[in-house]
């Protein structure tokens, strides 16, 4: 069979992005942090900006994972996004998910001729002879990834040219909240347990528990500011109104976060997800709230904590108790 002629210019793309290869390096780099996957979704959406802006159409756009062993579901985040998912069941001697990456690239460029540019959001040195074949079919590949996790070999191959730094894909303020944590936690090994709650505290959708006699304090909110923009103050009264109305059956002082953000969802429809996000993480840098982990029967979940000490908190729940 003739080969079909590469195009003349890298228009469109094929992005391949090797998810459980982000996913965990930014659960053991920075100490299991809360909310992993908004961070993987946010460098996934500045990844496919920062491509368009080199004047490349990403037509295809996979994510490889065995998304039942991650702690939450990224699944709907990623198809609002126009990112289809590859679930693959991993196994204890290969990652399932590098092999189908490989195959579905192959795939692409034996398909689609119109695709000149394939991008890797991965590290691995195992993508070696992936990145050697397509560069032997004349295809442009640009690897994105996180320095510390990208092998030396592949960055070899591939030229400082072509690598894009995964830092630099994720806004300032989320990567400065996550060095802090690493500069602040211990490692994984030493790390405590996290501390679960009172038993007169109930989070939304999760079994209240007691807490250890030796529980950690817990962290403590950012500095207060003021709150500004309109639809950081709804979403504020939103999220006080949830509270009040869950504490007419019963004390709770913790909204369970996935099921916030659905309510989220109707309340602000005109709004992408990520910028509904956006609103969360507006509202923790002004110290409005805090995002806690805890332990849960299956697996870990997150919860909203309000500041009481925040003047907006304070107004809102004043109003509302009213």
């Known amino acids: 069979m003739a080969n079909r002629a590469a195009p003349e210019g890298p228009s469109y793309a094929a992005v391949f992005v090797d998810f459980e290869n982000v996913y965990y390096f930014l659960k053991n780099h920075f100490h299991d942090p809360p909310d992993?996957?908004?961070y993987v979704l946010a460098l996934v959406r500045k990844l496919r900006e920062d491509l368009a802006t080199r004047g490349l159409d990403c037509l295809v756009l996979n994510a490889y994972a065995d998304f039942e062993r991650l702690a939450t579901a990224p699944q709907g985040g990623l198809y609002l996004m126009g990112v289809s998912t590859r679930n693959v069941l991993g196994t204890h001697h290969k990652n399932a998910a590098?092999?189908?990456l490989c195959i579905d690239a192959m795939e692409v460029l034996y398909t689609r001729p119109d695709i000149g540019t394939f991008v890797l959001v991965a590290g691995d040195r195992d993508y070696i002879p992936l990145l050697q074949h397509l560069r032997r079919q004349a295809r442009q590949v640009l690897v994105a990834g996180f320095r510390e996790a990208t092998s030396g070999d592949l960055l070899q191959n591939l030229g400082p040219q072509h690598f894009l730094d995964a830092r630099e894909l994720l806004p300032p303020a989320t990567l400065a909240l996550l060095e802090a944590r690493r500069r602040g936690r211990p490692a994984p090994e030493a790390a405590a347990p996290a501390p679960a709650r009172a038993a007169g505290a109930a989070a939304v959708g999760a079994p209240a528990a007691p807490a250890p006699a030796d529980a950690e304090a817990a962290p403590a909110f950012d500095?207060?500011?003021?709150l500004t923009g309109p639809d950081e103050l709804?979403?504020?009264?939103f999220m006080v109104a949830e509270l009040l109305r869950l504490s007419q059956h019963r004390p709770v002082n913790e909204l369970w976060l996935t099921p916030f953000l659905r309510r989220l969802t109707d309340e602000f429809p005109a709004l992408p997800e990520y910028e509904r996000r956006d609103l969360l993480n507006g509202?923790?840098?002004?110290?409005?709230?805090r995002i806690e982990k805890r332990e849960g029967e299956q697996h870990p979940f997150s919860v909203i904590v309000l500041n009481p000490e925040h003047p907006d908190v304070r107004a809102l729940a004043a109003a509302?108790?009213?």
């Open 320 to 322: 509302g108790a009213a």
């Open 283 to 289: 509202l923790r840098t002004a110290g409005a709230l």
């Open 98 to 100: 590098d092999m189908q």
């Open 223 to 226: 500095p207060v500011r003021p």
């Open 234 to 237: 709804r979403c504020l009264a």
């Open 36 to 38: 992993l996957n908004d």
